[in-house]
T-cell receptor, first 115, second 112 residues
Framework: EPEVTQTPSHQVTQMGQEVILRCVPISNHLYFYWYRQILGQKVEFLVSFYNNEISEKSEIFDDQFSVERPDGSNFTLKIRSTKLEDSAMYFC?????????????FGQGTRLTVV | GENVEQHPSTLSVQEGDSAVIKCTYSDSASNYFPWYKQELGKGPQLIIDIRSNVGEKKDQRIAVTLNKTAKHFSLHITETQPEDSAVYFCAATNNYGQNFVFGPGTRLSVLP
């Protein structure tokens, strides 16, 4: 069964450092998301991406964040200068297309710890 | 924007009993409502979904009901098993599925 894969599974970084979280969406999917989940809290939307551009972003997704699809398979989330409060699980998700009512599939997540 | 509430936050049931989790949403334009199960250390996994033109949907032991007028939807799990223990999230989309707004989650414990 096709799945969304994320690497690394766990990333520890020092405050102020840049991190890049990587995702490989399901191969025929065209719509991609990043979500985050602070420990014990709800899953929060960060950004959606379609046709090589950001489709929608939340207020969490400020100038410190960026997304990129550098090639035909990877979808990355970059945090330019990490803060302690960026510590969370980051989930990538993909959807077949933009059409309403198609399922979004989530990856296993990357646990980011900022120290 | 859309706001999704979910109750209860924790739920313990005996194996074999039924479990019901309820969600409400605020945006009447929302029209797709998935339910996700999240096991410890894993990503959310879609278990069932319902569209706004349907009032109820069932898949084996899992069912979801939707009341558009009241803007609430519920997850029903019958004959619960220990492997049903997880955190369950409801979600809603208020446009063309671009942004899933999640509820805060319900931690379900099925006691043997």
């Amino acid at each position: 069964e096709p799945e969304v894969t994320q690497t690394p599974s766990h990333q520890v970084t020092q405050m102020g450092q840049e991190v890049i979280l990587r995702c490989v969406p399901i191969s025929n999917h065209l719509y991609f998301y990043w979500y985050r989940q602070i420990l014990g809290q709800k899953v929060e939307f960060l950004v959606s991406f379609y046709n090589n551009e950001i489709s929608e972003k939340s207020e969490i997704f400020d100038d410190q964040f960026s997304v990129e699809r550098p090639d035909g398979s990877n979808f990355t989330l970059k945090i330019r200068s990490t803060k302690l409060e960026d510590s969370a699980m980051y989930f990538c998700a993909s959807k077949r297309d933009r059409v309403l009512n198609t399922e979004a599939f989530f990856g296993q997540g990357t646990r980011l710890t900022v120290v | 924007g859309e706001n999704v509430e979910q109750h209860p936050s924790t739920l313990s049931v005996q194996e074999g009993d039924s479990a019901v989790i309820k969600c409400t949403y605020s945006d009447s334009a929302s029209n797709y409502f998935p339910w996700y199960k999240q096991e410890l250390g894993k990503g959310p996994q879609l278990i069932i979904d319902i569209r706004s033109n349907v009032g109820e949907k069932k898949d084996q032991r899992i069912a979801v009901t939707l009341n558009k007028t009241a803007k609430h939807f519920s997850l029903h799990i019958t004959e619960t098993q220990p492997e049903d223990s997880a955190v369950y999230f409801c979600a809603a989309t208020n446009n063309y599925g671009q942004n899933f707004v999640f509820g805060p989650g319900t931690r379900l414990s099925v006691l043997p």
